[in-house]
């Protein structure tokens, strides 16, 4: 396959990943480093061996020898063709664990014991029968269908493995397919865009890769992204609804898109004393499907804090004089009541930093100034109106308030 040389970069960057997993999880092996005997007595071999296959992998269970200066035990395997591996277990543990196969097979595993003076014992060799690999199954999976101004990738991870979901495009100038997107995630369903492209038919490429390189077999689709651009907010106007929140100190809601996201300028905030969800409405100007939004929260000692918007959701109407409805705090992406359908629920990324909210740093606040992208599902109709429904704040106080909100999609 064509697909070889660029994997490097991906690989680099999936290795970097699995590190921190791999700094964390070598509970078992830290006797290695013991005083040097000088007992050169061959160790015994290993007796009593069964195997338990599971997916890319398999657990050998064994009876130690009795050997006073036995130290470890190792396995020495092939993974994949001329990439081999050593896994060491403790004198603690009956259990060794092989994993890593490329795929579902039989494959020979060597096991010798190791004694204290680093003298290994004669070799057994066991045969081991791995299942499909993990990131083999969510291959399987990968979906490549248009999304708004690019693609869009999915893939189900039902064991929330960490996998590399690496996205490819043609050039059609050298006709060999580039890397031009690296997802790193461990959750079960995978699902993120790639924009910037008109509408021009482009041929796209996805697929997995896993912490010990192996690579999935290529997903390949020709694309026709949809058209998306920003829309105008001089086209926005407030349309007030009985059960909208009131507004206090000056930041009415038109400064919710007055392009203004310094923290200095006003926007839109909510009177203290009220109850969540806290709402706001203002109509598009257009008759739109939407892609996406981009929400500035309220930066600089505020981000993470006071009122700014951590659980929320947009309604939207394709009526012409919508009427007011109350809604709830929460509901399911779709949901009707009255006009207003739920357009998609959405959660505020936590601070960058890892870091608690109110004790975040200058990193957390400059992620917080960019503003946040988020994706409007494709399913969600089009709209003339929008309400913002806020669920949760940072402070979990009594009060709202955003910066700036930048709305994405198709008004034809």
Same mark, same amino acid.
């Given at each position: 396959? @064509?697909?070889?040389?660029?994997?490097?970069?991906?690989?680099?960057?999936?290795?970097?990943?699995?590190?921190?997993?791999?700094?964390?999880?070598?509970?078992?092996?830290?006797?290695?480093?013991?005083?040097?005997?000088?007992?050169?007595? @061959?160790?015994?071999?290993?007796?009593?061996?069964?195997?338990?296959?599971?997916?890319?992998?398999?657990?050998? *269970?064994?009876?130690?020898?009795?050997?006073?200066?036995?130290?470890?035990?190792?396995?020495?395997?092939?993974?994949?063709?001329?990439?081999?591996?050593?896994?060491?277990?403790?004198?603690?543990?009956?259990?060794?664990?092989?994993?890593?196969?490329?795929?579902?097979?039989?494959?020979?595993?060597? !096991?010798?014991?190791?004694?204290?003076?680093?003298?290994?014992?004669? +070799?057994?060799?066991?045969?081991?029968?791995?299942?499909?690999?993990?990131?083999?199954?969510?291959?399987?999976? *990968?979906?490549?269908?248009?999304?708004?101004?690019?693609?869009?990738?999915?893939?189900?991870?039902? &064991?929330?493995?960490?996998?590399?979901?690496?996205?490819?495009?043609?050039?059609? *100038?050298?006709?060999?397919?580039?890397?031009?997107? #690296?997802?790193?995630?461990?959750?079960?369903?995978?699902?993120?865009?790639?924009?910037?492209?008109?509408?021009?038919?482009?041929?796209?490429?996805?697929?997995?890769? &896993?912490?010990?390189?192996?690579?999935?077999?290529?997903?390949?689709?020709?694309?026709?992204?949809?058209?998306?651009? #920003?829309?105008? @907010?001089?086209?926005?106007?407030?349309?007030?609804?009985?059960? &909208?929140?009131?507004? =206090?100190?000056?930041?009415?809601?038109?400064?919710?898109? &007055?392009?203004?996201?310094?923290?200095?300028?006003?926007?839109?905030?909510?009177?203290?004393?009220?109850?969540? +969800?806290?709402?706001?409405?203002?109509?598009?100007?257009?008759?739109?499907?939407?892609?996406? $939004?981009?929400?500035?929260?309220?930066?600089? #000692?505020?981000?993470?804090?006071?009122?700014?918007?951590? @659980? $929320?959701?947009?309604?939207?109407?394709?009526?012409?004089?919508?009427?007011?409805?109350? !809604?709830?705090?929460?509901?399911?992406? =779709?949901?009707?009541?009255?006009?207003?359908? %739920?357009?998609? %629920?959405?959660?505020? +990324?936590?601070?960058?930093?890892?870091?608690?909210?109110?004790?975040?740093?200058?990193?957390?606040?400059?992620?917080?100034?960019? =503003?946040?992208?988020?994706?409007? +599902?494709?399913?969600?109709?089009?709209?003339?109106?929008?309400?913002?429904?806020?669920?949760?704040?940072?402070?979990?106080?009594?009060?709202?308030?955003?910066?700036?909100?930048?709305?994405?999609?198709?008004? %034809?």
């Amino acid at each position: 396959m @064509k697909n070889k040389k660029f994997r490097t970069t991906a690989l680099i960057q999936l290795m970097s990943f699995a590190l921190v997993v791999l700094l964390f999880s070598c509970t078992k092996d830290k006797n290695y480093n013991e005083p040097a005997s000088t007992d050169k007595t @061959k160790p015994g071999v290993v007796t009593n061996i069964r195997v338990e296959n599971f997916n890319g992998g398999a657990h050998i *269970i064994y009876t130690l020898p009795n050997s006073a200066n036995l130290l470890y035990v190792m396995a020495g395997y092939e993974i994949r063709a001329g990439v081999k591996r050593e896994t060491k277990a403790s004198y603690y543990t009956d259990t060794i664990t092989v994993q890593g196969f490329q795929s579902a097979g039989e494959y020979k595993v060597t !096991l010798e014991t190791v004694s204290r003076a680093n003298v290994k014992s004669d +070799p057994v060799v066991v045969t081991v029968n791995p299942e499909e690999p993990y990131f083999k199954l969510s291959a399987a999976t *990968i979906e490549l269908t248009a999304d708004f101004g690019g693609v869009n990738v999915r893939a189900h991870n039902p &064991d929330k493995r960490s996998f590399g979901y690496i996205l490819l495009e043609l050039d059609p *100038i050298i006709n060999e397919y580039g890397i031009i997107e #690296q997802h790193y995630d461990a959750v079960e369903n995978v699902n993120f865009s790639v924009r910037g492209y008109d509408t021009r038919a482009r041929k796209f490429g996805a697929y997995i890769l &896993d912490e010990w390189g192996n690579t999935s077999d290529t997903v390949f689709a020709e694309i026709s992204p949809l058209f998306e651009t #920003q829309l105008v @907010k001089s086209n926005f106007f407030k349309y007030g609804l009985p059960s &909208d929140t009131e507004t =206090g100190y000056g930041w009415e809601l038109p400064y919710l898109w &007055d392009g203004k996201t310094d923290g200095y300028s006003n926007g839109w905030h909510t009177n203290p004393g009220g109850s969540y +969800p806290m709402i706001c409405t203002f109509g598009l100007g257009v008759y739109a499907k939407l892609s996406r $939004f981009i929400l500035h929260n309220r930066p600089l #000692q505020f981000a993470y804090s006071h009122g700014n918007p951590r @659980k $929320f959701s947009l309604w939207g109407t394709d009526k012409v004089s919508p009427q007011n409805a109350v !809604l709830p705090a929460y509901s399911d992406e =779709g949901t009707v009541i009255g006009d207003w359908t %739920n357009l998609g %629920n959405f959660n505020f +990324p936590d601070p960058p930093s890892g870091l608690m909210p109110g004790a975040t740093n200058a990193s957390d606040e400059a992620f917080v100034a960019a =503003g946040v992208n988020f994706n409007i +599902p494709l399913a969600s109709p089009k709209t003339r109106y929008i309400r913002l429904n806020v669920a949760e704040t940072w402070s979990g106080g009594d009060f709202a308030h955003a910066m700036e909100i930048t709305l994405f999609g198709d008004p %034809n």
